[in-house]
């Protein structure tokens, strides 16, 4: 103890030494567990592995019974949906170019008066988007599908007219890619050899396919509103809505105590007006009033489901 005293300096060295050098090992053992443990996890894992890899696969009744029941609902439920949209798509059916002429008649006479009678304003020379075709007859290649897109886009506007819109200012639809080709012409007959027999290859069709048409119309927001839930809701064919731009007609609010905003109130009856109401108070209404400019491109989507092979 009297050393200590003596040397404070060097008996406080050596304690510390001494603790840091207990510290160290403690940490050391604990490191080395932890090692140990390591090890032995790693070693049983290689070994695990190797007995996988050298192990030869067998069936297993029960899963493969599972894996078969699963291919099968899984078969079931995309031939369901399959079938579900067969029906939403109108169907091509053969028709001639004269035909088709016809039924765009029809179809724009019809359109008309229903507009008439329901108050709808519609463009001059009003025609579906089939402006080419109603004094020239399309080609007899694409007349069945223009049959098939009057009818969508027919729909269309009658559902638009019956949602009591205010007008529809516009109808644009883009042509179809049949249209704009050239018709095939027949091929010359060339001598070939008899062994040697050569099918021209058909270009495969999409699964899944889609027109358009672009439809812009003034309404209110209810008329606006019922029309696209119907749109997006409809059975007979599949539809759409890619595009919607809303626009209100009148883009600056009323003025504040601006007189010619204000809906006055109904005049009291002679003898019941009191002297403190000589001047007649008004209410400016803002909200339910709007009408809307609205444009939409709505997808006329078709589905081309190859045939199933009878087994």
């Not at 695990?48 to 029960?62: I, K, Q, S, V």
């Not at 001598?191 to 439809?215: N, Q, W, Y």
């Amino acid at each position: 103890m009297n050393w200590f005293q003596q040397n404070r300096v060097l008996g406080s060295f050596l304690v510390a030494f001494g603790l840091a050098t207990l510290l160290s090992l403690l940490f050391l053992f604990h490191e080395k567990s932890r090692a140990n443990e390591a090890h032995a996890r790693l070693e049983a894992t290689v070994n695990e592995l190797t007995r996988l890899r050298r192990g030869m696969p067998f069936p297993n009744a029960e899963n493969l019974s599972k894996t078969r029941t699963q291919t099968e609902a899984y078969r079931a439920s995309l031939l369901a949906l399959e079938e579900e949209l067969k029906t939403r798509i109108y169907p091509q059916l053969p028709l001639q170019p004269n035909e088709f002429q016809a039924q765009l008649r029809l179809a724009v006479n019809s359109v008309s008066d229903r507009a008439a009678a329901n108050k709808v304003q519609l463009p001059a020379n009003f025609n579906l988007g089939f402006d080419p075709y109603a004094t020239s007859l399309p080609n007899s290649d694409v007349a069945p599908r223009l049959g098939q897109q009057l009818r969508a886009i027919e729909w269309v506007v009658n559902t638009l007219i019956d949602a009591h819109v205010d007008a529809l200012t516009g109808l644009v639809r883009p042509p179809l890619p049949e249209e704009k080709a050239a018709p095939t012409p027949p091929p010359r007959p060339t001598r070939a050899p008899a062994t040697r027999t050569s099918k021209p290859a058909r270009p495969a069709e999409k699964i899944v396919d889609s027109t358009s048409v672009e439809l812009a119309f003034a309404s209110s927001p209810a008329g606006a509103r019922r029309f696209l839930n119907q749109v997006a809701a409809a059975k007979d064919q599949f539809y759409v809505i890619r595009t919607l731009v809303i626009k209100n007609q009148v883009d600056k609010g009323p003025k504040r105590g601006g007189p010619e905003a204000a809906t006055p109130l109904p005049t009291p009856p002679p003898g019941r007006v009191s002297p403190g109401q000589s001047k007649q108070p008004s209410i400016t209404f803002i909200v339910g009033t709007e009408h809307l400019d609205v444009a939409t491109r709505i997808e006329i989507t078709r589905f081309n489901f190859p045939e199933k092979e009878v087994r």
